[in-house]
């Protein structure tokens, strides 16, 4: 799918947010990991 101009960037945008959501729940899922398996 191609996008113009306004679109692209907007979608990019939408693109880029979920995945430094992604991003942050995989490490915070991480450390509770590495905290539990500490205690």
């Given at each position: 799918?191609?996008?113009?101009?306004?679109?692209?960037?907007?979608?990019?945008?939408?693109?880029d947010?979920?995945?430094?959501?992604?991003?942050?729940?995989?490490?915070?899922?991480?450390?509770?990991?590495?905290?539990?398996?500490?205690?």
């Amino acid at each position: 799918m191609r996008y113009r101009g306004k679109n692209r960037k907007i979608s990019k945008n939408c693109h880029d947010n979920v995945y430094n959501i992604a991003t942050k729940q995989h490490s915070a899922l991480q450390i509770n990991r590495l905290l539990a398996s500490a205690m």
